[in-house]
């Protein structure tokens, strides 16, 4: 039951990629007890479920996902709000307010207009509907401030690093309060616009360098060096 990649290698849509019994995970699929690559990405196989991180990829809504958006119409009863994906989001104007929406009394442009940008959560999603959002926990709701940067998707869990440890690092050197959004929106916040930047940088290394070995270290010792300068 042989592999025919090793660990992280770049592959193509229709690579051959393993023969047996394995399971075809991300961005795969089998046929004849094959598994083939369906996007272009970064193989790996874990306990038999060959997989591949998609280079450049949309973000897939799941529940319970936090995410950035902007807002982009203003409707009667909400707001539809662009999530970096194929689906656009819909946040219903009862949720903001959080009381029954009243179209004679409430002017919504007031509360969120077309360009906001949103931290919000999804609220539910399936195949029939499109995703509902919601930004009625802490920490969810307009931004007021700060600076937005965008990566892959798929990179975000190579950010949060082992145990959160990447941003942790990041977060701790910068002083910077950072918000990782599962659609590849980041929100990063500090007290320096100096900062902000050093932790941009940072990030923008990680998504860079994602595939590599040793990467840790190396965004430990850039932030070392870029404090410093």
């Not at 009381?99 to 919000?120: C, H, M």
């Not at 659609?183 to 595939?211: C, M």
Request: charged fraction near 25%; charge should be positive.
């Amino acid at each position: 039951m042989p592999t025919f990649f090793e660990k992280k290698q770049l592959v193509i849509p229709g690579d051959l990629l393993a023969e047996g019994e394995y399971i075809a995970g991300d961005n795969t699929y089998k046929e004849d007890n094959r598994i083939y690559a369906s996007r272009i990405g970064l193989a790996n196989c874990t306990h038999k479920k060959v997989s591949i991180v998609a280079l450049k990829a949309f973000y897939f809504p799941k529940v319970a996902d936090i995410i950035i958006g902007t807002v982009k119409e203003v409707g009667f009863s909400g707001w539809t709000v662009n999530i970096n994906s194929p689906y656009i989001a819909l946040l219903r104007a009862s949720d903001v307010l959080n009381r029954s929406f009243k179209p004679q009394n409430d002017e919504l442009s007031q509360v969120l207009t077309a360009g906001d940008l949103i931290v919000a959560k999804i609220a539910s999603f399936d195949r029939y509907h499109d995703p509902q959002l919601t930004v009625g926990e802490p920490g969810l709701g307009k931004i007021t401030r700060g600076q937005i940067l965008n990566i892959t998707p798929t990179k975000i869990p190579r950010v949060i690093g082992r145990q959160g440890s990447m941003i942790n690092n990041i977060k701790k050197a910068t002083n910077c309060q950072i918000i990782l959004g599962k659609n590849g929106v980041i929100l990063v916040t500090g007290k320096d616009p100096k900062d902000e930047e050093i932790a941009i940088a940072a990030i923008n290394k990680i998504e860079k360098e994602s595939h590599t070995s040793g990467l840790t270290d190396r965004i430990t010792q850039f932030l070392n060096d870029e404090k410093q300068k």
